[in-house]
């Protein structure tokens, strides 16, 4: 098994996709890195393996989003035995074959997002990674809307028990025990102070959805606007709001970093 430093390629704006190639005869391998680099910048190769147990190792270590599989890997075992003893499948699968008559088990077995039969050309290629940018997108897009949707309960000695949506909250500012909570709601800003400290809601919201700029401040991705660099600092400007919230200097490489990966995800890739 060899393993891939993480590589940027010509496309550094669009969301790269983590991949894992399984095939024993590294021949194959090689061809389909070189198609892969040149023709489709949206992979990131992250390993490769060349047996049933290299395979399985490699792809837990890794965790790859997309796995380029072939079928016989002959002395020991196949695609079909790797899969099997992987488990629960958390990623999708183009198998990459020479032999056609495996389809219909490889439908069967694991519902395929393509399905190639060596040698197969750049158009099939591009065909069957766009067919898995799309498939991976919906992924993200539901995992957002998932974390949006998530409640947090709040106890107020004036209003009761108050169930706030995480997709609503605009972002949470520390006033020393306590937290102010500034959440969008009937187009405008209210204000609820929680007794709870910024780290509970920092453990309690979704980290998908937030992210810590500064020991004062919570911010929803989903409601910057802009990311103004001031020196080795930052300062964020929210949707619906003047404030400005700072960005720390040791904060402003993580911020820098969730927010990319949030806007990627948002973002159709073509």
């Known amino acids: ?54 395979a399985i190792q490699a792809a837990s270590n890794l965790q790859p989003e997309l796995v380029f599989l072939d079928i016989e890997m002959p002395p020991v075992g196949s695609g079909f035995d790797f899969l099997r003893q992987c488990g629960e499948i958390h990623f999708g699968v183009i198998f990459a074959t020479a032999y056609p008559k495996y389809a219909i088990r490889a439908i069967n ?29 919906q992924m993200d897009q539901s995992l957002l809307q998932v974390a ?38 009937n187009h405008k800003i209210e204000k609820i102070t929680s007794s709870r400290n910024l780290g509970e809601f920092e453990d309690e919201l979704p980290q998908t959805l937030f992210c810590r700029t500064h020991h004062g401040y919570l911010v929803n991705l989903a409601y910057v606007e802009r990311l103004e660099r001031t020196g080795r600092n930052g300062i964020i400007h929210l949707r619906h709001t003047p404030v400005q919230v700072d960005v720390s200097v040791s904060k402003l490489e993580i911020f820098t970093s969730h927010l990319e990966e949030f806007c990627l995800a948002n973002t159709i890739i073509e």
């Not at 000695?157 to 520390?174: E, F, N």
């Open 1 to 54: 098994m060899e393993s891939d430093k993480k590589k940027i390629g010509t496309a550094d704006s669009i969301r790269k996709i983590s991949a894992l190639l399984i095939d024993d005869e590294i021949g194959a391998i090689n061809t389909l890195r070189g198609m892969l680099k040149e023709y489709c910048p949206q992979i990131q190769i992250v390993g490769t393996a060349f047996s049933v147990n290299e």
């Open 109 to 137: 077995t694991v519902q395929p997002w393509a399905y190639l039969v060596k040698p197969y050309s750049v158009t099939e290629l591009k065909t069957a990674v766009q067919v898995s940018i799309e498939k991976i997108q």
């Open 148 to 185: 949006g949707r998530q409640t947090i309960l709040l106890n107020d000695s004036r209003k009761g028990t108050i169930v706030l949506r995480a997709g609503d909250i605009i972002y949470c500012q520390a006033g020393g025990s306590f937290t102010d909570i500034f959440v969008w709601k």
